[in-house]
């Protein structure tokens, strides 16, 4: 790899509590949403080519599109309409797949964030308004630009840092399935739900997980009804014992809160041997 290569990590985005508040005349529907980011994720290494190049490797690299419709290419080509092709030369890209595709754990917004990020580095562009840029892309991209905790409203662009939520153990778990979020929130039948009444102070795993018991994920219903693979996912994580478990996102991938990283390992561990097909990673949130 040339020495004066890119890289940047792509965090798995983890919805904690996802409330669908509205439906805007444009059809997009707003919501009121806690995320936070994990520490596993996919991988994205840019350097200078005499021609754009995109390899894609890893273990979940077979679902992913080579073509204009994955959301790596087009964050390269915004930014080469932003600035122009002098300004933005060829460019090798090479993405490490790790996390699944379809999953609600946002791995081609935040892959496409972190080609947004490591081009403006790798072409000079330090100044760009990246979020802007981002938005065009899909409405959680500058979540994932911004890659920290925080509460997100509208459609995804109202975003406000979320300080007071210390990292937490947890097991991200997909039981092998892709839910099409389209199809999700074409499922869900009540689209105006109360807002998160605020989020307290997140200072231990039990208050985090008692959080998550006052909230809701009004996507998980609807994902189950075309999904019924995620009761599985859900099963598996309350075989244990986790302090607080949900889906996040459109599903499948659900997730279970621990007390510490040993027993979030604990468990990941035995859900790896109980269904050895599935993604299964314990990870940090936060």
């Known amino acids: 790899m040339a020495s004066d290569a890119v890289t940047v990590f792509a965090p798995a985005k983890i919805n904690l509590a996802l409330h669908v508040t509205g439906r805007r005349d444009d059809g997009y529907h707003s919501m009121d949403m806690l995320v936070a980011f994990a520490d596993i994720g996919d991988r994205i290494t840019l350097a200078p080519a005499e021609s754009d190049d995109f390899v894609v490797d890893g273990p979940r690299a077979r679902a992913v599109p080579r073509d204009g419709a994955n959301l790596v290419l087009r964050a390269r080509d915004a930014l ?3 600035f122009g092709a002098v300004r933005c030369p ?3 890209i ?4 790790s996390l699944p595709a379809a999953s609600g754990m946002g791995g081609g917004s935040s892959d496409a964030a972190a080609t947004l990020k490591g081009l403006a580095t790798l072409w000079g562009h330090a100044g760009a308004d990246l979020a802007t840029l981002g938005a065009a892309l899909g409405a959680d991209v500058p ?6 905790t925080l ?3 509208g459609v995804g662009e109202i975003l406000d840092p979320v300080d007071g939520m210390r990292p937490v153990a947890a097991v991200l778990v997909n039981p092998g399935v892709e839910v099409s979020t389209p199809s999700v929130f074409k499922a869900l039948d009540k689209k ?3 807002p998160l009444s605020g989020i307290p102070e997140l200072a231990t795993a039990q208050a985090v997980a008692r959080f ?7 996507l998980q219903r609807p994902a189950l009804a075309l999904a019924p693979e995620i009761s599985d996912a859900l099963d598996a994580l309350d075989a244990t014992a986790p302090l607080a478990r949900r889906m996040t996102g459109s599903g499948a991938t659900c997730f279970g809160i621990y007390e510490s990283r040993e027993t979030a390992g604990r468990a990941a561990a035995s859900m790896v041997t109980a269904h050895p097909g599935w993604f299964v990673a314990a990870t940090r949130l936060g």
Do not use: F, G, Y
């Open 143 to 148: 979540m994932c630009l911004a890659a920290r």
């Open 192 to 194: 105006d739900n109360p």
């Open 80 to 82: 080469r309409a932003r």
């Open 151 to 153: 509460r997100a409203r």
């Open 212 to 218: 998550i018991m006052m909230t809701r994920n009004d």
């Open 94 to 97: 090479h993405l490490t797949k």
């Open 90 to 92: 060829p460019v090798s």
